[in-house]
């Protein structure tokens, strides 16, 4: 990586810039840096519609995406050359950029980035110590990857691939980097080896800090994957740390409000005071590749932070969309655009960025080969799985099966086979789209019949719970404004359904299912189990109340980010593998035991 050193002449000018900007300082010695940081893109390499809303309207526009991030950093370098550009992990895994290419396009947008520090994630571990190691020899060497609590053991084919820390010399001062990661989601939902130490996060981080100390660097940053909460609670209980630059929680930090975007932390930066009551600044990214991170730091002369400062950048494209009378998307007049740009360059955490060229082309040849590989056969049906949402209504337009969707079961099924952890899953009724036809069954079928942009969600309920979140589903189902793709299907329960009967009472004799021995057993009331569901469900939506619930009054449930229709993918994969073919479940495994609907 090139670094730029500035003149004394001009260091005086940057540092007169910057006169009356929130430092409790005017000293000379004081030092600015700026800190430009990414988390948890997760295969999102190219830009993605979304939603924001524009006086009150919503409107779609192209969000992010890493041609984006190459045309506002390279902005951004010229303007605060004093900087530092951090990734914090999770690159991969979510989109088919990552199913079909195991790390290739990712590594490939990535080098286009001189990244001074890269943070391993626990999803870097998704394909096992292996698929690390492709991974990491697919970046360009000059890009630092750490990670101090994750060490392999001698002769591990990671062993040496990275470091706990780096240290950067930024016009002319040392910054101290120090890595890491998560230690019990990236050991219990993702797929590391048994030659893989993990320690503590924060015995880890001080004995580093300390270390860094010792050899005279007196400005230190974390760059974790550990999620915002622990973040703040890591501030708290360290000493001799500045910054910490997190991921893996895909915290929305800073207000998006005026947008139609909701965020819990308010304030970016957010600063907290360490162990020795000196300021740390604490910040993350959100999510996708949808913002770019912009940090600025002012240290005094001791190597303590006095301010910081700056802006989490939703970066955008400049064509927008908005519904007629007909619900039609429809690109906006003259008029209107001209009031939403206006609207974007008056506030400054939002910003219309065009795409690198270069980077562009290199996304396209991934999206090209994307479109031709959604004709590879995965498998093949050798019977035909029909989808209605509820038993018997007929909503394929081909059969009225008595106990309802073929398909849905196998979903949840797909569920439980990638799950390390899943007792059972549940999928809405809703979320599978299509039947599946005999014959041969694509890449391109397996995104038809599961096609929102949705991760598998595991969540701890007690056995009582788990029953009122099928109750609540059928409360929707059934409920006058509510929906039919409500309808739960799962794979590891099974029941009775009556929707003639009273609220909360049409689920009976609730069975669940013994991961290693298959024997079923009426559910426990008093029993905690991991329930394996998509993330929209997971969010309470479609009537699915409970699951909301749960994690509001015991903690977030943990978001996996696999992708739900990868999960079926790598179900037919396996089947083929094993010269097996996809067909209906075997009577006692699929989760309707009888149906009676309403009179």
């Not at 390279?74 to 004093?82: R, T």
């Amino acid at each position: 990586m090139k670094k730029t050193y500035l003149s004394i002449i001009s260091l005086f000018i940057v540092m007169g810039l910057f006169v009356g900007c929130g430092s409790s300082s005017s000293s000379d010695d004081n030092y600015k840096l700026s800190i430009f940081h990414v988390n948890d893109t997760h295969s999102h390499i190219e830009g993605e519609s979304m939603t924001l809303e524009f006086d009150g309207v919503e409107t779609s526009v192209s969000v992010g995406g890493y041609a984006r991030y190459v045309t506002k950093l390279n902005e951004l370098k010229e303007n605060k050359p004093n900087s530092l550009i951090l990734n914090a992990g999770d690159v991969f895994q979510g989109t088919l950029y990552y199913s079909l290419f195991k790390g290739e396009a990712d590594a490939a947008v990535m080098n286009l980035i001189s990244w001074d520090a890269y943070a391993l994630g626990n999803h870097e571990f998704d394909d096992s110590d292996e698929g690390l190691k492709s991974f990491l020899d697919m970046l360009d060497e000059d890009i630092s990857v750490i990670s101090a609590n994750v060490v392999p053991q001698a002769g591990n084919i990671l062993e040496g691939y990275w470091q706990p820390y780096v240290i950067k010399e930024v016009n002319g001062e040392k910054v101290g980097i120090i890595g890491i990661d998560i230690v019990g989601k990236t050991k219990n939902s993702s797929n590391p080896s048994d030659e893989i130490t993990f320690l503590n996060e924060t015995v880890t981080a001080q004995k580093y800090i300390d270390e860094l100390t010792s050899l005279g660097v007196d400005k230190i940053v974390l760059l974790t994957h550990q999620g915002f909460s622990n973040d703040i609670t890591m501030a708290q209980n360290l000493t001799g740390v500045d910054v910490i630059v997190g991921g893996d929680s895909h915290t929305l930090v800073g207000d998006f409000s005026a947008f139609g975007l909701e965020s819990t932390v308010k304030e970016y930066p957010t600063v907290k005071q360490s162990k020795e009551g000196k300021k740390v600044c604490v910040v993350q990214a959100w999510e996708y590749g949808h913002i770019l991170g912009d940090l600025d730091v002012t240290f005094n002369d001791k190597g303590e932070v006095l301010s910081c400062s700056g802006n989490p950048l939703l970066l955008v494209g400049n064509e927008f969309t908005q519904e007629d009378g007909e619900g039609n998307d429809q690109t906006v007049n003259d008029t209107v655009k001209a009031s939403i740009t206006k609207t974007i360059e008056e506030t400054s955490n939002i910003e219309i960025v065009n795409e690198d060229e270069y980077t562009l082309t290199v996304v396209n040849t991934y999206a090209d080969l994307v479109d031709e590989k959604k004709s590879v056969v995965i498998g093949t049906a050798s019977e035909r799985l029909g989808h209605n949402r509820i038993p018997g209504d007929i909503k394929d337009g081909v059969a009225a099966l008595p106990l309802g969707s073929d398909i849905a079961p196998i979903v949840a099924k797909s569920f439980y086979d990638l799950s390390n952890l899943a007792d059972a899953c549940i999928q809405n009724a809703g979320g599978v789209r299509v039947a599946i036809e005999t014959g041969d069954v694509t890449m391109g079928d397996a995104y038809t019949l599961l096609p929102f942009a949705n991760t598998l969600f595991e969540l701890q309920m007690y056995g009582s719970e788990i029953k009122q979140v099928l109750e609540d589903a059928l409360t929707n189902t059934i409920a006058e404004d509510g929906s039919t793709g409500s309808f739960p299907y799962s794979y590891g329960l099974r029941y009775d359904v009556d929707l003639s009967a009273a609220a909360n009472n049409r689920i009976s004799n609730l069975e669940i299912k013994n991961r290693e021995t298959g024997t079923w057993s009426t559910i426990s009331n008093d029993t905690m189990y991991t329930i394996v569901t998509n993330s929209y469900t997971a969010g309470g939506k479609d009537g699915y109340l409970t699951f909301k619930t749960v994690q509001d009054e015991r903690g977030k449930g943990v978001d996996t980010y696999l992708d739900y229709a990868m999960s079926f993918v790598k179900y037919m994969e396996t089947l083929t593998a094993n010269g097996e073919t996809l067909q209906k479940l075997p009577s006692e495994d699929h989760p309707i035991k009888s149906f009676v609907g309403i009179e």
